[in-house]
């Protein structure tokens, strides 16, 4: 099948330059830079558009060999929440559009668009340069209602109906999980001939198995210490205080732990979460377990792979992922995850094998399973080497495979329409 030589990627809302684990930065921009750079290590050009944020950003920013980011101009530099962007579309359509006129015909074989206001531009460059449209959602919003957390904010009818426009023009859409893609066709009457279910990949290079008395040393970490970890951004969707709770409740069970327990929140306020971004902090502080509790800031890839090896445990109670891909990064250092038994975690994480799954958002079923892991050392060790197996599966090499894959079919199914047209 023919490959594209030259890939236009779209991420309006976000920058892949932006360091995961806040604001709107997450396991989105990691894809698409790993994604990108390994499709350039295959030949395929990558040209990621995203919004200017900063006047201080160069136009162009060469990512690595064949993959260059272009900021573009559209609207304030600051200030413009993600619910807001969607009046900028406009403007950021015919930044991407000037950027492809100034070549010759043809100059981009595919669009692939990331999250649905990239999708609605997709959608216009599609038709405008006659090529095929691949769309990764990341998250829905009818799957988002449907699992809120206490304190969030309903995801506007306006986005809903944008990614079924999304959904109903794309030539490919690429799920993460069997579950991202029911919901696809379920929710917004996908073609189920046009869903391709890719597993997002973890860098097993970065993350991958180490001494956790070293790691520790680096972090300053007890070695006797029992500690849990949490990884993401600081929101309610990703529930951070389920974690905080079930900790408090464990210590109330089992007082003799507070002199071992350490828990580590990695991240920083996003989405709603800005609204009050010291407001875990003070729950911390009034559950009685601050003294227990570190909060950092998000890390780069190598910090972030020492907090893992670290950790006893990675607890990831979220309400809804679309994949989770810390609880396959975790797994990937070796350790045992404990997650929400929602979406993309089902996928991620092994129930039994690899981690624990649990049903709801209820602490006290959180303190249940971790407390049932640290007292069992010999089912614990069982999870550990298998966290590393499972991960083992999902390299970004095995990713960018079935994604180029995915382009060539569009491409192929693309030609063949205008052939009979």
Not at 130 to 143: D, E, N
Not at 194 to 222: N, Q
Not at 396 to 405: F, G, I, S
Request: glycine share 8%.
């Amino acid at each position: 099948m023919n490959r594209p030589r030259r890939v236009a990627t779209l991420s309006v809302h976000t920058s892949p330059l932006d360091q995961p684990g806040a604001g709107d930065a997450g396991g989105m921009n990691v894809y698409i830079c790993e994604v990108a750079k390994r499709l350039a290590a295959r030949g395929v050009d990558v040209e990621i558009f995203t919004r200017a944020t900063s006047s201080d950003l160069p136009p162009r920013v060469q990512l690595s060999d064949g993959v260059t980011v272009r900021h573009i101009t559209a609207g304030p530099y600051e200030g413009l929440d993600k619910n807001e962007l969607s009046a900028q579309l406009c403007a950021f359509t015919s930044g991407v559009l000037r950027v492809e006129a100034m070549h010759e015909p043809g100059y981009f074989d595919l669009v692939h668009s990331h999250y649905w206001l990239s999708g609605q531009v997709g959608w216009l460059a599609k038709e405008r340069w006659g090529v095929p449209l691949v769309h990764s959602m990341h998250t829905m919003a009818r799957v988002k209602n449907a699992a809120l957390a206490a304190g969030e904010t309903p995801e506007p009818n306006a986005r809903a109906i944008g990614e079924a426009q999304v959904v109903a023009e794309a030539d490919r859409l690429l799920a993460s999980t069997v579950d991202e893609a029911d919901a696809l066709v379920r929710l917004y009457d996908a073609d189920p001939a046009k869903v391709v279910t890719v597993p997002p990949g973890v860098d097993l290079g970065v993350f991958a198995p180490g001494s956790r008395a070293v790691a520790r040393g680096r972090l300053g970490l007890e070695n006797d210490a029992v500690v849990l970890l949490f990884v993401g951004r600081i929101q309610p969707l990703k529930a951070p205080d389920v974690l905080l709770r079930a900790a408090a409740l464990m210590v109330a069970k089992n007082p003799d732990l507070r002199d071992r327990l350490r828990v580590v929140v990695v991240g920083g306020p996003s989405g709603s979460g800005l609204a009050e971004p010291e407001q875990q902090q003070k729950l911390a502080g009034a559950l009685g377990i601050a003294d227990l509790t570190r909060f950092e800031r998000p890390v780069h890839q190598a910090r972030l792979a020492d907090y893992y090896r670290a950790a006893d445990l990675t607890v990831v109670p979220s309400y809804t992922e679309s994949f989770g891909l810390v609880a396959v990064e975790s797994q990937a250092c070796g350790t045992p995850v404990v997650a929400a038994s929602v979406g993309g975690l089902r996928t991620a994480v092994a129930d039994g094998v690899s981690g624990i799954l649990v049903a709801g958002h209820d602490p006290s079923d959180y303190a249940a399973a971790i407390a049932d892991l640290i007292r069992d050392p010999e089912r614990y060790s069982r999870l550990a080497r298998s966290a590393v197996r499972h991960a083992s599966e999902f390299g970004w090499e095995v990713t960018a495979d079935r994604v180029l894959d995915v382009y060539a079919e569009a491409m192929a199914s693309s030609s063949l329409a205008a052939t009979l047209a």
